[in-house]
Structure formats: C-alpha cells, structure tokens
C-alpha cells in the first residue's frame, strides 16, 4: 500500500513538475522576446519619424506647387495675345485683263 501511495505521489509530481517547466519555459522566452523587442524599439521609433517626415516633406512640395498653380491661375497666368491677324488673299492674277 505504501509503494501505491509512493507511486501516485511520483506521478502526480511529474505532472505538477511538467507543467511548471512549461510554464517556466514560456516565461523564460517571452521575457527574452521582451528584452529584444526593448532594445530595438528606438531604432524602430526612428524610422517611423523618418518616414513620416518624408510623407510630410513630399506632402509640402505637393502643396506649394498646388499654390502656386492656384496663383499663376489667379494672376491670369501668361500674357495673352489678342486674335491674330488672317492672311488676305493675294490674287495670283489680275482681275480684267
């Protein structure tokens, strides 16, 4: 009777002692994933505002040029020329002759 109780208790111990590694393990991993991820968030944070100051900059540019259509509109853009004068028509002969 005592080795049955023995038993039962070795076996419930590799259970419990399982299921606590795997839980270690996990920890263990998610916590070098963590410290991984920390050290590379500045470069990442970096890259993003560099991104996103390329978005803006191109977004400017789009802008004043969007402006200045606008104004060279606005302004009345080029002199315009008034209509231009026709060519008359030169008889090639001469009428009564």
Request: hydrophobic share 50%; no cysteine.
């Amino acid at each position: 009777m005592e080795q049955a109780v023995i038993a039962a208790l070795l076996v419930m111990g590799l259970i419990i002692g399982a299921g606590v590694g795997a839980s270690y393990a996990r920890a263990k991993r998610g916590w070098t994933d963590y410290q991984t991820i920390r050290t590379s968030v500045p470069g990442a944070r970096r890259n993003a505002w560099l991104a996103i100051r390329g978005v803006v900059v191109k977004l400017a540019v789009i802008a004043l040029l969007l402006v200045g259509a606008a104004a060279y509109a606005a302004s009345g853009g080029e002199e315009r020329a008034g209509p231009t004068p026709s060519a008359t028509p030169t008889p090639s002969h001469r009428a009564g002759r």
